[in-house]
C-alpha cells in the first residue's frame, strides 16, 4: 500500500490548528474568545497556535479596542484556505487507500 | 505521522466544530412558551377592552386612522406584547447559554439576528403603511406572514424546527388574507398556540 502524504501539511497536524481552520473555512473574522469557546482550550494554547498559522499566512488577524479592552478577530486567507482544502483532499484520499 | 485513527478522529472533529458553530441553539423552550402567552393575552385584550377585530379590509378612508384611539392603543399593545417577548427571550436564552457555558453572542447568533432583522423591519413598516391608509385588516395578517418569512430564512442558522414554524406562520397568514374576519383569531392561533407548542416541543426535546 502506497499512499501519497505529500499534501499532508505538517501544520495542520495539532487539533487545534485543525479546529480554527474548520472555523475560520466557514466565518470571516471571528473573535478569539468565540474560538476559545469552541475549542476548549486555554488562552495561552490557542494564542500560540494562532500566531503560527499566522506566520504562515493560512490566517489573517485584525485588532480592534473595544472601550478600552483589545479584541482581535481571525479570517483565513486564500492561501489558508487553499492549504486547508488540500489537507483534506489528502485526508480523503488516505482513508479511501485504507479502505481498499 | 500519526494513525489513521487519528486522522478519522481529526476529520470528526472538523465536521463537529463546522456544525457547532454555524448553528444558533441557545435558543430556550421557554423564550417561545412566554411569547406565546404574551400573544394570547394581548389578542384578548385587543378583543375585549379595544374593540379590535376588523371584519373587513378597510376603515372609512376619510378619517386619519392614526387619530382613531382604538388603532392607537392596538399599536402600543402590539409593540408591548413584542418587548415583552423579546425581552423574555432574551433573558431565558442568556440563562440557558451560561448554564451550558457558552458563548451567546457569536459570529452566527449575529448572523442570524441581521437574517431576520430585514423581513421583520420590512413587515414592520408595511404595517404601519398600512394603518396610515386604513387597511387595519392586513395587520393580522402581514404580521404573520413577514415573521413567517423571516423564521424560514433563519432556520438555516438553528434548530430545523423553526423552519416548519415559519410555514406554518406563513400559511396561518395566507388564509387569514383570505378570510379576513378570521384575522385576530389567526393572529393568537399563531403568535399564540403555534409558539406556546413550538416551546413545549423545543423545551423535551433539547433541554430536559
Redesign the interface.
Known amino acids: 500500500m502506497k499512499i501519497s ?1 505529500d499534501s499532508l501539511q505538517k501544520a495542520f ?1 495539532s ?1 487545534v490548528r ?2 480554527i481552520m ?2 475560520l ?3 470571516d ?3 478569539f ?2 474560538l476559545k ?3 476548549k482550550v486555554t488562552d495561552g494554547n490557542l494564542a500560540s497556535h494562532l500566531s503560527a498559522l499566522e506566520k504562515l499566512n493560512f490566517i489573517q488577524s485584525r485588532k480592534q479596542f473595544i472601550g478600552n479592552k483589545p479584541n482581535t478577530s481571525y479570517a483565513a486567507t486564500k492561501l489558508g484556505r487553499e492549504s486547508f482544502g488540500n489537507h ?1 483532499n489528502a ?1 480523503e484520499n ?2 479511501k487507500g ?1 479502505s481498499k | 505521522m500519526k494513525k489513521d485513527t487519528d486522522y478519522l478522529q481529526d476529520i470528526e472533529e472538523i465536521r463537529s466544530l463546522m456544525e457547532k458553530s454555524s448553528k444558533f441553539i441557545s435558543l430556550s423552550g421557554w423564550a417561545g412558551i412566554f411569547a406565546g402567552v404574551f400573544a394570547l393575552m394581548g389578542s384578548y385584550i385587543a378583543l375585549t377592552f379595544l374593540d379590535f377585530n376588523p371584519q373587513s379590509l378597510s376603515v372609512d378612508p376619510g378619517s386619519n386612522p392614526f387619530q382613531q384611539t382604538q388603532i392607537f392603543s392596538v399599536v402600543q399593545l402590539a409593540l408591548l406584547v413584542f418587548l415583552l417577548a423579546i425581552s423574555f427571550a432574551l433573558f431565558f436564552t442568556h440563562r440557558r447559554a451560561k448554564r451550558k457555558d457558552e458563548l451567546l453572542w457569536t459570529t452566527t447568533a449575529k448572523r442570524l439576528v441581521m437574517n431576520m432583522s430585514v423581513p421583520l423591519f420590512t413587515g414592520g413598516i408595511l404595517i404601519l403603511l398600512f394603518i396610515s391608509h386604513g387597511l387595519i385588516g392586513f395587520v393580522a395578517p402581514f404580521s404573520l406572514l413577514f415573521y413567517g418569512l423571516a423564521l424560514f430564512t433563519i432556520s438555516k442558522f438553528t434548530f430545523d424546527e423553526v423552519k416548519i414554524l415559519g410555514l406554518i406562520e406563513i400559511l396561518l397568514g395566507l388564509i387569514s388574507v383570505y378570510k379576513v374576519s378570521l384575522g385576530l383569531l389567526f393572529w393568537a392561533i399563531g403568535f399564540g398556540v403555534v409558539h406556546i407548542i413550538y416551546g413545549i416541543y423545543v423545551y423535551f426535546k433539547y433541554e430536559k
Do not use: A
Request: charged fraction near 20%; proline fraction near 0%.
Open positions: 502524504i497536524e487539533r485543525l479546529g474548520s472555523i473555512i466557514l466565518h473574522w471571528v473573535e474568545v468565540e469557546d469552541y475549542l483534506l485526508l488516505l482513508i485504507v
